[in-house]
């Protein structure tokens, strides 16, 4: 009963500490090493590959499952502490909480499925259960950070929301590898929003320390030097195959050939969003704050590297004149891989479709979402970017 009358999040880190609490003989260990196979039920002589995928593909169930048996409790906690939560948490939103030059907080946003729920808060608790024995009557900034995530899990739940949202301070002791102790080391989805102050980038770096990252999105008013190397060094550190950037303005300083190219020798795949500049008409040939840059010879310096896959979007078409494009068109093709490019272009006034190379070339002047320019080999002409 008293276990009953705490909030939900403690039942369940109270369950946990006295799983841990009793002998090893009682924890399914002794079933585990010497099952009598007559004495178990169906479910208990499943292999245990076969109850991992009844976790992965009912998550919601987790719960449950742990209450059937010992030993499949056992079963579920040993995958349950392995699994990297990709399928689990669709993305991390990190934010500037604050609109200061100097930053103290930023928020967190998990996205979790609806049916993920369970398995999260499972997660969390089996990765910090053996930290939990050792200091849980001690004052621990890592732990109340993890009190906090249990409490806004349950309580969206609860709201049918699928995002959480929690605060950090810049300077807490917890913040170092946080994201990869708590959800795993494998990251989806990262959005960095308006993270542009030196302080933020270096607590995300913190944040993220140990985890690969599969999508890294940027939103940025002004992306500033500090801001681009921030971001090279996060795509070096952490693996990250997709970079998608929406910026404004550029600091004057930042020399984005060299830093497209070096992008461009690490990434698969790139989306570069180019949006309106007050003050800068959209006639103006305007592209990552140069109004005179020949982009299309950077284009083609960008697939001759890692990068097979690029799509640019912009609100100022100009960027991309028709010498451009013509260059692009007969260049690209040939240019010795299977590329998929596609770009904001209203250069072909009359539209355009042909195939060159084994490539197909369609200019459509007439698309309801803007005028593009796409070059994409046979075999990836109906792939999408995230794909």
Same mark, same amino acid.
């Given at each position: 009963?008293?276990?009953?009358?705490?909030?939900?999040?403690?039942?369940?880190?109270? !369950?946990?500490?006295?799983?841990?609490?009793?002998?090893? !003989?009682?924890?399914?260990?002794?079933?585990?090493?010497?099952?009598?196979?007559?004495?178990?039920?169906?479910?208990?002589?499943?292999?245990?590959?076969?109850?991992?995928?009844?976790?992965?593909?009912?998550?919601?169930?987790?719960?449950?499952?742990?209450?059937?048996?010992?030993?499949?409790?056992?079963?579920?906690?040993?995958?349950?502490?392995?699994?990297?939560?990709?399928?689990?948490?669709?993305?991390?939103?990190?934010?500037?909480?604050?609109?200061?030059?100097?930053?103290?907080?930023?928020?967190?946003?998990?996205?979790?499925?609806?049916?993920?729920?369970?398995?999260?808060?499972?997660?969390?608790?089996?990765?910090?259960?053996?930290?939990?024995?050792?200091?849980?009557?001690?004052?621990?900034?890592?732990?109340?950070?993890?009190?906090?995530?249990?409490?806004?899990?349950?309580?969206?739940?609860?709201?049918?929301?699928?995002?959480?949202?929690?605060?950090?301070?810049?300077?807490?002791?917890?913040?170092?590898?946080?994201?990869?102790?708590?959800?795993?080391?494998?990251?989806?989805?990262?959005?960095?929003?308006?993270?542009?102050?030196?302080?933020?980038?270096?607590?995300?770096?913190?944040?993220?320390?140990?985890?690969?990252?599969?999508?890294?999105?940027?939103?940025?008013?002004?992306?500033?030097?500090?801001?681009?190397?921030?971001?090279?060094?996060?795509?070096?550190?952490?693996?990250?195959?997709?970079?998608?950037? !929406?910026?404004?303005?550029?600091?004057?300083?930042?020399?984005?050939?060299?830093?497209?190219?070096?992008?461009? !020798?690490?990434?698969?795949?790139?989306?570069?969003?180019?949006?309106?500049?007050?003050?800068?008409?959209?006639?103006?040939?305007?592209?990552?704050?140069?109004?005179?840059?020949?982009?299309?010879?950077?284009?083609?310096?960008?697939?001759?590297?890692?990068?097979?896959?690029?799509?640019?979007?912009?609100?100022?078409?100009?960027?991309?004149?028709?010498?451009?494009?013509?260059?692009?068109?007969?260049?690209?093709?040939?240019?010795?891989?299977?590329?998929?490019?596609?770009?904001?272009?209203?250069?072909?006034?009359?539209?355009?479709?042909?195939?060159?190379?084994?490539?197909?070339?369609?200019?459509?002047?007439?698309?309801?979402?803007?005028?593009?320019?796409?070059?994409?080999?046979?075999?990836?002409?109906?792939?999408?970017?995230?794909?």
């Amino acid at each position: 009963l008293a276990m009953d009358n705490q909030p939900l999040s403690k039942r369940f880190k109270l !369950s946990m500490e006295q799983d841990a609490s009793q002998p090893m !003989s009682k924890q399914g260990n002794d079933l585990e090493t010497n099952p009598d196979l007559d004495s178990l039920s169906q479910l208990e002589q499943l292999p245990c590959e076969l109850l991992w995928m009844i976790v992965d593909y009912t998550p919601e169930s987790v719960f449950a499952l742990r209450e059937t048996s010992r030993q499949i409790k056992s079963h579920v906690d040993k995958h349950v502490k392995k699994f990297a939560l990709n399928a689990i948490v669709n993305k991390v939103i990190i934010r500037n909480k604050e609109s200061t030059k100097m930053p103290t907080m930023i928020e967190l946003t998990i996205s979790v499925p609806d049916q993920g729920t369970k398995l999260i808060i499972l997660c969390v608790i089996l990765r910090n259960t053996s930290e939990y024995q050792i200091v849980k009557h001690a004052k621990n900034a890592h732990h109340d950070k993890i009190d906090e995530i249990f409490d806004a899990v349950i309580q969206k739940k609860w709201q049918g929301s699928r995002d959480i949202t929690f605060s950090i301070r810049l300077d807490d002791n917890c913040i170092g590898g946080f994201l990869g102790r708590t959800l795993g080391l494998n990251i989806t989805e990262l959005y960095l929003y308006e993270c542009n102050e030196k302080e933020t980038l270096d607590a995300v770096s913190k944040l993220a320390e140990g985890t690969e990252i599969r999508h890294l999105k940027i939103k940025s008013s002004t992306l500033t030097k500090d801001s681009v190397n921030h971001l090279v060094n996060i795509i070096k550190s952490h693996n990250v195959k997709l970079l998608s950037i !929406s910026v404004e303005k550029c600091d004057a300083e930042i020399d984005f050939i060299s830093i497209l190219l070096d992008l461009a !020798s690490m990434l698969h795949s790139m989306h570069i969003q180019q949006t309106y500049v007050k003050g800068i008409p959209k006639r103006i040939p305007y592209f990552l704050g140069d109004k005179t840059n020949d982009w299309s010879a950077t284009i083609i310096e960008m697939f001759k590297r890692k990068l097979d896959k690029l799509y640019i979007d912009s609100v100022y078409f100009n960027y991309l004149p028709f010498g451009g494009a013509t260059v692009l068109k007969e260049n690209l093709p040939k240019i010795g891989k299977k590329i998929w490019f596609a770009a904001s272009c209203n250069a072909f006034g009359n539209g355009l479709k042909c195939t060159v190379n084994e490539h197909k070339v369609i200019a459509d002047h007439l698309n309801i979402q803007g005028a593009k320019l796409a070059i994409r080999h046979l075999s990836r002409n109906q792939e999408k970017f995230d794909d």
